[in-house]
Nanobody
Framework: VMLVESGGGLVQAGGSLTLSCAASEQTVSRYAMGWFRQVPGKEREFVSAISWSGANAYYADSVRDRFTISRESGDVTVSLQMNRLKPDDTGVYYC?????????????????WGQGTQVTVSS
């Protein structure tokens, strides 16, 4: 399975970006999907996750109320709408997929990772 991210770029603080991730195989339609981010010199951190049905969404405290994750039930594509971006949101954003949402929320070991897309927020 390949996960391909798109939508990264450079934006000023306070602006918005939308990231998208598409899986290459339909089996991911029954997987939870989510996003992590990493800054050089720091560990990769959880950002957000969503269940395969799209009914349950989870967020890191640092992005709650600013980011929105979405997917249609059983879809292999997930989006992350990022609003009111801050310089601290800068990093490489990785898409991930796993059969279990708890794995995305609590571990750094999902079944599949994307290659990452750079998000840079200037002050």
């Amino acid at each position: 399975v390949m996960l391909v991210e798109s939508g990264g770029g450079l934006v000023q603080a306070g602006g918005s970006l939308t990231l998208s991730c598409a899986a290459s195989e339909q089996t991911v339609s029954r997987y939870a999907m989510g996003w992590f981010r990493q800054v050089p010199g720091k560990e990769r951190e959880f950002v957000s996750a969503i269940s395969w049905s799209g009914a349950n969404a989870y967020y890191a405290d640092s992005v709650r109320d600013r980011f929105t994750i979405s997917r249609e039930s059983g879809d292999v594509t997930v989006s992350l709408q990022m609003n009111r971006l801050k310089p601290d949101d800068t990093g490489v954003y990785y898409c991930a997929a796993d059969p279990y949402t708890v794995v995305l929320r609590s571990t750094q070991n999902p079944d599949f990772w994307g290659q990452g897309t750079q998000v840079t927020v200037s002050s």
